[in-house]
């Protein structure tokens, strides 16, 4: 539920001002990983993940799938054309972020074929 002067866009820009966060969907944007596999890249504790991938629900960023007990996480698709756009500038943004880098290399190592989380 939206707070009375939250808007959608104030919620994905508060979720873009977070380097956590910021991690996340970079980490999704190739194709979705396991919440374990954003565990053992990011070297936070689940809890501490699960509570900021639930903030990039409800601004809309992600999307989850659920699979037994597994949960999937990968990039929404864009609802807006504002949407689009922030998106776009992420993306040429990532690249020029050393974190950001290591994190994608980490994240090579431990998926599997596929896009599943090889953890």
């Known amino acids: ?9 104030d919620l994905m820009f ?16 190739p194709g979705e990983l396991c919440v374990c596999a ?18 990039l629900r409800r601004a809309g960023l992600v999307s989850v799938r659920r699979a037994s007990s597994w949960s999937y ?9 504002f949407h689009v756009k922030l998106l776009e500038c992420l993306q040429s943004c990532f ?3 050393p974190q950001l880098t290591a994190d994608a290399a980490r994240a090579r190592s431990i ?9």
């Open 1 to 9: 539920m939206l707070a009375a002067t939250q808007t959608p866009v």
């Open 14 to 29: 508060r979720a873009f001002s977070d380097p956590i966060r910021l991690r996340i969907l970079a980490l999704v944007q």
């Open 38 to 55: 954003l565990t053992a890249v990011i070297k936070l504790p689940q809890p501490t993940i699960s509570r900021h991938l639930a903030y």
């Open 73 to 81: 996480y990968t990039l929404a698709p864009a609802q807006a054309a």
């Open 95 to 97: 690249r020029d972020v």
């Open 111 to 119: 998926r599997k074929p596929g896009g599943r989380c090889a953890v």
